[in-house]
């Protein structure tokens, strides 16, 4: 099923907005909701968020696609022009349209958690084959004074 046939399917009964301001602010909402970091997200000139809140399906559309570079983990994040998983609290699953460089080759990321119960302060990044690697949660954390782009304040 293709991106946009998947996101038809749960358009109805969702919370659409439009709009990059407002598409930040409630996917950061969610995130936060959700018990996860506002920084898994850094999209920009996002122009659609929907979240389905009785399936727990979410996306985001940006104009663009976008490489993001986290710097306290030493990884670049490649985000697509749609976003799109499954929510629910403290995970991230299902999801398309986020891949992470590894060496040289771009891996899809399907499944981000948190598992309070063994280890809060670590949050994993999982593919399909079910290869995973886990980060100190506050490389994802957006900072006082950022600006979600990676620049946390400085120019």
Same mark, same amino acid.
């Given at each position: &099923?293709?991106?946009?046939?998947?996101?038809?399917? $749960?358009?109805?009964?969702?919370?659409?907005?439009?709009? #990059?301001?407002?598409?930040?602010?409630? %996917?950061?909402?969610?995130?936060?909701? &959700? @018990?996860?970091?506002?920084?898994?997200?850094?999209?920009? /000139?996002?122009? #659609?968020?929907?979240?389905?809140?009785?399936?727990?399906?979410?996306?985001?559309?940006?104009?663009?696609?976008? #490489? $993001?570079?986290? @710097?306290?983990?030493?990884?670049?994040? %490649?985000y697509d022009t749609e976003v799109m998983g499954f929510v629910e609290e403290?995970?991230?699953?299902?999801? %398309?349209?986020?891949?992470?460089? #590894?060496?040289?080759?771009?891996? %899809?990321?399907? /499944?981000?958690?948190?598992?309070?119960?063994?280890?809060?302060?670590k949050i994993t990044f999982a593919n399909g084959t079910g290869i995973s690697?886990?980060?100190?949660?506050?490389?994802?954390?957006? =900072? =006082?004074?950022?600006?979600?782009?990676?620049?946390?304040?400085?120019?």
């Amino acid at each position: &099923m293709s991106g946009q046939q998947l996101i038809a399917t $749960h358009r109805d009964g969702a919370e659409i907005h439009h709009g #990059e301001d407002v598409c930040k602010q409630k %996917s950061h909402q969610l995130l936060e909701k &959700m @018990h996860l970091p506002c920084g898994l997200l850094p999209l920009d /000139d996002v122009v #659609e968020f929907g979240y389905n809140a009785t399936s727990g399906f979410v996306w985001l559309k940006q104009k663009k696609r976008k #490489e $993001h570079r986290f @710097h306290a983990v030493g990884r670049t994040v %490649s985000y697509d022009t749609e976003v799109m998983g499954f929510v629910e609290e403290h995970r991230m699953r299902r999801l %398309s349209g986020v891949k992470s460089k #590894e060496i040289l080759i771009w891996v %899809s990321i399907s /499944d981000i958690y948190v598992d309070p119960s063994t280890d809060p302060d670590k949050i994993t990044f999982a593919n399909g084959t079910g290869i995973s690697r886990s980060f100190p949660i506050t490389a994802f954390q957006l =900072e =006082e004074g950022g600006d979600g782009n990676g620049n946390n304040g400085k120019k």
